[in-house]
Structure formats: C-alpha cells, structure tokens
C-alpha cells in the first residue's frame, strides 16, 4: 500500500483520537451535577403559653336578673366592667383568684335597678397550652338603687385564649344567688355572660 493512500487514514485516524481526547478532557473540567435533595418544611410546634403572673382587663354583657320571695320580678341588660386577677401555672393545671367589678343598669320589675356587682373569685382549671378552660366561684355583693345591697355568691365557668403572648380573650357565665336580700325578703337570682378581653403581665 502506497504513502498517498495512508496519509488520509492516518489523518482521519488522528483526527478521531483528538475527538476522542477532547471529549474527555471537556467531560472532566465540569464538576459533576448531583441532585440535591429537597428537605420538608419544618412542622412548627404549638408554643405552651404561660399562666402565671397578674392580669387586668374590661369585661362586657349580659345580665339575667329575677326574684322569688316577697316579689316575683324580672330585668335583664348590659353589664360590663374591669378584672384584676393573678394565676399559677402548675403545669396541667391553673389556680387563681381575682376581683370583678361590674356596672349595670338593669330594671328589675320597675321596682328598682341592680347598679353594679362586686365579685372575690377563685378559679381553677385545666391548662390546654394556649387556652384554658376553667370553673370558678366565691363571693359577691350586689347593690340596688332603692333596696339597697347584699352578700351573695356565684359560682360559673369560662374560657380563655391567647392571642399574643400578652393579650388573652375568653368567655364566662357565672350564676349568682343573693337569699333575703337586705332583709327584703326578696331573693334574688341572676345570670351573666360576657367577653373578657385581659392584658397579662
């Protein structure tokens, strides 16, 4: 075989070894792609809030009145007012006490008006994190327009939300019985419900 026949050989050979050599040496130059894999969202975890410490804050609603006795008379209306309180947290359980005092002017019968309520309350209840459902109860003293005021108690139930890490709403109903009042002979029965708005400090 001649030199004139294997010249384009060789020449169609070397250029395929420098293909060949290229592709290579540009195959090594890039770092290879690796698959990143894509990590799930943390799930976030529900803070537990924390019941301990003072509180203050308005109360707004609506009150029940009737009597039994010496007169059969009924009244309802708005009632609202402030509430100062401390709780302690003891980890699945709240214990506290506070002091309400609410406005109102219900007309009971046309006989006389209920002007405000004076509650010394303890509570406890059980602690759901960032709520709590409680029972309460203790002492109150009612005081009329025309037939004076009188001891009584109350007892009722509630609930309470946070909302920021400082600021708390909720709900109560409380069942109030003031027997004889004022020597009247009249005794007297009311229920109230109201939104509770609290700043804890």
Not at 59 to 79: I, M, N, P
Not at 89 to 97: A, F, H, R, S
Not at 143 to 161: H, K
């Amino acid at each position: 075989m001649t030199f004139q026949h294997m010249k384009p050989r060789a020449i169609i050979g070397a250029l395929a070894l420098t293909a060949m050599v290229g592709g290579a040496q540009a195959g090594s130059i890039d770092a290879p792609i690796e698959d990143t894999p894509i990590q799930p969202a943390p799930v976030p975890v529900a803070a537990s809030g924390d019941w301990s410490g003072f509180y203050g804050g308005l109360q707004l609603g609506y009150g029940d009145v009737g009597t039994s006795g010496a007169a059969d008379l009924d009244g309802d209306g708005l009632v609202g007012g402030l509430s100062l309180g401390y709780d302690l947290d003891l980890g699945n359980w709240v214990v506290g006490g506070g002091l309400d005092f609410d406005v109102t002017d219900i007309d009971i019968g046309g006989a006389t008006d209920l002007d405000s309520v004076l509650r010394l309350k303890l509570r406890g209840g059980y602690d759901l994190g960032e709520s709590l459902i409680y029972g309460t109860g203790g002492w109150a003293q009612a005081d009329t327009s025309d037939i004076g005021s009188d001891d009584g108690y109350f007892i009722g139930a509630g609930y309470e939300q946070f909302i920021t890490d400082t600021i708390t709403v909720g709900g109560e109903v409380l069942y109030h019985d003031f027997d004889d009042f004022d020597g009247s002979g009249i005794d007297v029965r009311a229920t109230t419900a109201q939104v509770k708005l609290n700043y804890r400090f």
